[in-house]
């Protein structure tokens, strides 16, 4: 009896485990219809995003006495020319083909600023032209420093488009050597960020949440600018230009809602050559993009430790497709600065099969960051 009690008991569990089985198979097209719903929600995404639209006016920097010639200071004619687009309603700044020297350029509410084919904008090797200091981050830490190379503050409906070159200057003995690596021309006994002035300063800063108008740094530190950072800003494009040769993180949206970011190229190989970190931003929109890149291709960011915790403010709604990642640390990279979280990131049709590329995907943080994460791939 007990041989055939058994018997009875392994053919129930063998027809449950079966049953199981058969029953998981039959979900899989239920399955894969969600696979299929998230992107769904990845296209209303798309969609709520406003693309700003400008008035149908131009306004050539040559107007404003720009010079080509790659050596004149056009920092005066470029501010000039936005200035006067956004007072008069807005409209399209016009780079024509040509190089053009120029400090950093702050842009304004309702201007696109928008290089024609075979424009060069060259920023300048000074550092003395990038103060005075802006309210900025460094590494998920807000600060004051120099300005980014592009910047723009609490402004709303800004773009920059074309088809020109965004060249930064940066190189192995302009502001790469602040990183103190040999490769990109660090020489012992200089001066550079791991220094207790730079970098642990802020850091003890971010754990003693010191007030960010105290954070003071700029001259006499070496802390390196992004190079196009726009900062609790609204409807935001960049589309079609290329950024190369940039001192740190290339494309920075910190605090933004609303951006895309269409058939953008970025090719820079310097120190923390991120591509693109969308850093506390929502509605975000990265399509059609070439990431050649010494650092990660597209890393998502939320704040570094206490100072992430404290903004909390995550970085959602996130959709990356039909990109190309060239060359890089990798390919979608989420962290290492992520203490605020990160939620709805979708990616999908890219190209990450590249040699030149470490990883495709990429998650980076510590036991001190505490991020929340939500991505689908």
């Known amino acids: ?37 998230v992107f769904a929600t990845a296209d209303k995404i798309i969609k709520d995003i406003i693309v700003p639209q400008f008035p149908d006016k131009n306004y050539n920097i040559m107007d404003f006495g720009a010079a080509s010639d790659g050596v004149s200071d056009n920092t005066q004619a470029i501010k ?44 300048t090797k000074d550092s003395k032209a ?73 850091r003890k800063m971010n754990e003693e949440a010191t007030p960010v108008s105290e954070r003071l740094f700029g001259e006499g530190y070496q802390l390196r600018p992004s190079f196009f950072e726009p900062f609790e800003c609204e409807n935001i494009l960049i589309k079609g230009v290329t950024f190369t040769n940039a001192p740190f993180w290339v494309i920075h949206p910190i605090k933004c809602n609303s951006i895309t970011i269409d058939g953008v190229t970025v090719q820079s190989h310097g120190p923390n050559n991120d591509g693109c970190d969308p850093e506390y931003s929502k509605n975000v929109h990265i399509t059609n993009c070439v990431f050649d890149t010494g650092d990660d291709c597209i890393a998502i960011k939320s704040g570094r430790n206490d100072e992430g ?69």
């Open 1 to 37: 009896m007990k041989t055939r009690l058994r018997f009875r008991i392994y053919t129930f569990l063998f027809f449950l485990i079966v049953g199981l089985a058969l029953n998981a198979c039959k979900e899989t097209p239920k399955d894969q219809k969600e696979v299929v719903d």
């Open 80 to 123: 000039l020319a936005i200035e006067s687009c956004h007072s008069e309603g807005g409209g399209k700044v016009i780079v024509p083909a040509g190089n053009f020297l120029t400090g950093p350029i702050h842009l304004r509410s309702n201007v696109n600023l928008h290089l024609e084919e075979g424009a060069v904008v060259l920023f």
């Open 130 to 202: 990038y103060l005075p200091v802006v309210h900025t981050s460094f590494e998920g830490v807000e600060l004051m420093n120099y300005s980014p190379l592009i910047y723009a503050y609490k402004q709303k409906n800004i773009a920059v488009t074309g088809k020109g070159i965004f060249d930064g200057q940066a190189s192995e003995t302009n502001w790469w050597p602040w990183c103190g690596a040999e490769r990109y021309g660090y020489v012992d006994g200089q001066p550079q960020q791991k220094d207790d002035h730079n970098l642990p300063r802020l």
């Open 309 to 377: 915790r404290r903004v909390n403010i995550p970085s959602e709604n996130i959709v990356i497709e039909n990109c190309e990642m060239k060359d890089g640390h990798g390919g979608v990279v989420i962290g290492s600065e992520i203490s605020a979280g990160v939620r709805n990131v979708y990616v999908r049709n890219c190209n990450m099969d590249s040699p030149n590329l470490e990883r495709a995907i990429r998650i980076k943080t510590n036991t001190l960051r505490e991020a929340l994460l939500r991505m689908y791939l």
